[in-house]
């Protein structure tokens, strides 16, 4: 056993590609929604510019020492052409903006309160060329309108000295700027550093701001330095990273102008609707429809060349609609708002559902609209809460309610509902005068019923999916056609075509040595005589019933003959449950498994039964992880309509939880290629975030590995990562992680394997190098722990399903299981390929998983990656069809989840003694130890060797 790059490098890089593609499998044709991008003019020599921009708003303090140290643009004004009287720059300035107070006069305060004025959350998405140390106090869409009317305002600053043409800017929202010229040199002035100032009007404060833009070139490229690195198939350089960094933000700057932006190179159309017409989803939100754009490198060889990638994009966003109505359609809401009144039900839904998530609010009664942030409820009503105007000389105390009477003839509806405080100044706002604003994305997750509805209806088949992205590519285009010109760039309108193959799947073997057909990716079972590969004896168990339907007990009767039934056919051997009772909610659910645990010695699996509204019961019954039996939760709901599949689907579950195999996967390759066997441990991992809001809760790691033959029975090691941890996405405790699973593996076949296999989810691109850096080293410093001789060898790869590449059939309808893409989309350096490994939905268009090659000690074929890659999306042990992501991922998945699951549940018991620990700790996160006592897994418990998680 040896290893490549021993001792490993400092900072690892990824294999290079040595091999266009695999070779083995039918030949098909592809089809993807990946677009070229050439240059039409191979001669023309365009350069690029990039320039360091700093937006400061006049009234802020950054940098003001160092500005006057700054040529102002007035001093040197005479150098930039000819200039515009002050006369006509302020006609145009007021041109467009809608009448309302004049500059620098504050508007009407309202309630009697000066409301300030907001700036939006910063944005830290880091670039290539940001300044780490200038600190923005404007959003990355506030920086692109005032960026843009700059450009407005000075027009004779940006023509080129050559040709007199004008360039065409482009800014990244943060610093950042730039152009492209050919042969036209750029004015001296923008060569700085220069400042400039300007009035802008904001919209959002129905007000005129004064801004200084500090302005200086800091360096420049050709565009054929990345052209030409491409075909050499290696990494980028540092200087084709900065070009190809450019030439994303020039692509995008029109996109990231016009529309609202979820997320790096997504955008979206809310109020326009102008790509697809927007759904809804429930409780105040609906889906909009958006596209995906980003330039992307692709090809190998001679035939690698910059690609975009153009796909349809969904996001769901709040409703603009009244706050109170956005308010009441909340779930269960609805009463809390009946009454004129808000009792403390519906302040806590505010305090939740607005003040903590952030939601911007509007208001128009000044003839005009404004924006806040909502920052509190008032103790106060529109009735109570008071203020002094002056008029004629005479002070007059007056409610919110009478000032907005007499100021704007408005008679509130609700004078006895709480005000809002909103803005810097937290200013008192009637509820009822309140608009929940465009643009503004659901933060966190979506609710169960909101998820199916958003999947539901995001949902196309393939060939409706394509001409979508094809319409949208069109429309798209028309915001590029500008830079693409200034750059020399052209865009093939045609879909890029190319070849791919569908490999073979792999043998799937049931009981008895059967081996069943599998087409499309899924294979069947007789219900009467197939048996399990490995069946789990159903023995010591038992029912609890806690649904309140009136038949529940005819109905679980009828549940527990079909199941000792099925059971029987597949081989588990049942015996009758030792009892089967109801116990009637509300109950102390924890206090009576606890009982069970103690009082039912031998008990191995506890199945309880729930109604679909009942959100309490699993949660408390999945935290109780210390029990000497297995749970399995069923839904009334699914017991009433019971038939074959649904009770198979059951058993699949419970057979794996009681130690059984459903099936195993056997590769088809020549014994001499295999990589399976009990020699060989195969790995999966995945980190599981908090969501947005959540500032406490740490992050879930969870590493899983398999211990038998077939890849089929796996351990876990789980962990929390405290969010301050630099690199969120890397999993710090690896090397322990390893360590115990390896002994775990040992403990299970007495030899360690000379193999191990990882498949890592949840990693981006950028991260690569880091992975390798923290994550395969810590593995191998595990190994040797062990012995300093142990060195079996690894092949890593890392699993993405959060990209938008999918692939079309010429004829149309979905890409077959087994269908792999390495050429033409994939990368010039990296062995990377995409692997369409399941059968879609009906109605959906599949999104093949992305697999990169970050290390391989093994000298694995790209053949032979892939068909193990493929078989392994086949042990999934609750569906006899091929999963989209390798077995081990998935189970990663699940044992994050149950953790969270756990530490969720242990903090909603106990909320006061977890907010009390977190403060005690100054960390602002809950401690270590108690983290640790609810997440980890005790492996010294024979318990913890089940697959409960599954």
């Known amino acids: 056993m040896v290893w490549i790059s021993d001792p490993l490098d400092e900072n690892p890089n990824p294999p290079i590609r040595q091999v266009a593609s695999g070779s083995l499998g039918r030949r098909v044709t592809l089809f993807s929604n990946y677009y070229k991008v050439v240059p039409f003019d191979v001669t023309k020599n365009v350069t690029l510019h990039h320039f360091d921009v700093k937006i400061l708003d006049a009234k802020k303090s950054d940098g003001s020492d160092e500005l006057e140290k700054i040529t102002p643009y007035e001093a040197v004004a005479a150098t930039a052409g000819p200039q515009k009287s002050n006369a006509e720059k302020k006609k145009k300035r007021r041109m467009g903006r809608p009448k309302g107070p ?19 959350a910063l944005d830290n998405v880091a670039t290539p060329h940001m300044n780490s140390s200038y600190k923005r106090h404007i959003s990355k869409a506030l920086g692109r309108k005032i960026f843009s009317g700059f450009i407005k305002e000075h027009p004779e600053i940006f023509e080129a000295t050559n040709d007199g043409k004008g360039l065409l800017m482009t800014f990244d929202g943060i610093c950042n700027a730039y152009c492209a010229t050919s042969g036209t040199a750029i004015p001296q002035i923008l060569k700085g550093p220069i400042r400039f100032k300007l009035k802008f009007y904001d919209e959002t404060l129905n007000r005129e701001k004064e801004y200084h833009i500090v302005w200086k070139l800091v360096g420049k490229s050709l565009l054929k330095e990345l052209l030409q690195h491409l075909p050499k198939c290696q990494p980028l350089t540092h200087q084709c990273q900065d070009i190809f960094h450019m030439l994303q933000v ?35 939100k ?82 005009y609209t404004r924006q806040y942030k909502v920052v509190g409820v008032s103790d106060k009503t529109s009735m109570t809460c008071t203020f002094d105007v002056t008029k004629d000389g005479e002070v007059e105390t007056i409610t919110v309610a009478e000032y907005f009477e007499r100021t704007y003839g408005t008679t509130l509806k609700y004078p006895r509902m709480n005000c809002l405080l909103v803005g810097n100044k937290k200013s008192h706002m009637p509820i009822e005068m309140c608009d929940i604003v465009a643009n503004q994305r659901v933060r966190g997750r979506l609710g169960q019923d909101e998820s199916r ?40 309108h045609n879909m890029v075509k190319f070849e791919g193959r569908v490999i073979e799947p792999p043998v799937v073997e049931l009981g008895k040595k059967l081996q069943p057909k599998i087409e499309r990716g899924e294979w069947k079972i007789n219900l009467y005589r197939d048996a399990f590969k490995q069946p789990a004896k159903l023995d010591h168990w038992a029912i ?81 992880n210390r029990l000497n039996f ?78 038998d033959v077939h890849a089929c029975k796996y351990v876990r090691e789980v962990r929390h990562q405290n969010r301050e941890h630099k690199g969120r996405d890397i999993i710090t405790d690896m090397k322990e992680i390893t360590k115990n699973l390896l002994e775990q593996f040992w403990r299970q076949n007495k030899i360690l394997p000379e193999k191990i296999m990882m498949f890592r989810d949840g990693v981006s691109e950028t991260q690569f190098s880091q992975v390798l850096a923290s994550e395969l080293r810590a593995m191998r410093e595990a190994c040797t722990s062990i012995s300093t001789d142990y060195k079996p060898s690894m092949t890593f790869l890392c ?29 010039p350096w990296l062995m990377d390929f995409y692997l369409n490994s399941h059968t879609g939905l009906r109605g959906s268009t599949n999104r093949p998983a992305h697999y ?71 960390k602002d996160s809950y401690p270590d130890e108690e983290l640790d006592k609810v997440v980890r897994v005790d492996i010294s418990m024979e318990t913890s060797r089940r697959m409960d998680y599954v």
């Open 286 to 367: 609906e889906g909009v429809i958006g596209f995906h754009s980003s330039l992307r490198p692709c090809g190998w060889k001679d035939a690698s060349c910059l690609m975009l990638n153009i796909d349809v994009a969904h996001r769901p966003f709040l409703e603009c609609k009244s706050l109170l109505k956005y308010l009441r359609s909340q779930p269960s809401a609805q009463e809390y708002f009946k009454n004129e009144e808000l009792g403390p039900e519906a302040i806590g839904l505010i305090l939740d559902k607005i003040v903590k998530e952030q939601i911007k609010i509007s208001t128009k009664h000044g003839g």
């Open 630 to 707: 297995v749970t399995q939760c069923a839904h009334y709901s699914t017991l009433v309509k019971l038939d074959g599949t649904i009770m198979l689907n059951l058993l699949l579950k419970i057979n794996v939880k009681l130690g059984g195999v459903s099936h195993v996967a056997l590769p088809r390759q020549p014994d001499h290629e295999r990589v399976g066997g009990n020699k060989v441990m195969v790995m999966g991992a995945d980190v599981n975030h908090p969501d947005p809001g959540d500032k406490l809760s740490p992050s879930i790691v969870a590493v899983v590995a398999s211990v």
């Open 852 to 922: 990169t090659v970050l290390w391989d000690d093994s000298d694995m074929s790209f053949d032979q990656i892939q068909r193990q890659s493929f078989s392994q999306c086949h042990n999934y042990a609750r569906c006899f069809r091929s999963t989209s992501i390798p077995t081990a991922v998935y189970y990663a998945h699940h044992a994050a989840f149950k953790a969270k699951v756990l530490l969720d549940e242990a903090i909603l018991t106990d909320g006061h003694k977890w907010l009390a620990a977190a403060e005690k700790s100054g």
């Open 453 to 492: 509805e958003f999947i539901k209806r995001s949902a196309q088949p393939p060939q409706q999916r394509k001409k979508q992205i094809s319409e949208i590519f069109d429309k798209s285009c028309e915001d590029k056609v500008q830079v693409l010109a200034s750059l020399g760039l052209e865009v093939d």
């Open 544 to 624: 609890i019933n806690f649904s309140t339907a009136k038949d529940a007990d005819e109905i679980i009767n009828e549940f527990k003959k079909m199941m000792m039934d099925k059971a029987r056919n597949f081989g588990m051997d049942p015996k009758c449950p030792r009892f089967v009772k109801s116990e009637p909610l509300p109950c102390n659910v924890g206090d009576l498994l606890e009982k069970i645990n103690k009082d039912c010695k031998g008990l191995r699996l506890l199945v309880f039964v729930i109604d679909d509204g009942d959100k309490r019961t699993y949660p408390t019954v999945k935290a109780k």
């Open 250 to 284: 020039m692509l995008n700057y029109e996109h990231a102008r016009k529309y609202a932006t979820s997320s790096l190179n997504n955008f979206f159309s809310h109020k326009e609707e102008r790509f697809g017409q927007n759904f809804q989803i429930g409780h105040g």
């Open 799 to 827: 699993v993405q399903k959060k990209h938008h590449t999918r692939l079309f059939l010429e004829k149309g309808g979905n890409v077959e299981a087994g269908t792999v893409a390495d050429t033409t989309i994939t990368s």
């Open 102 to 120: 004049k500059p620098g006069k504050e508007p009407p305060s309202q309630a009697g309160i000066d409301l300030g004025d907001m700036s939006s």
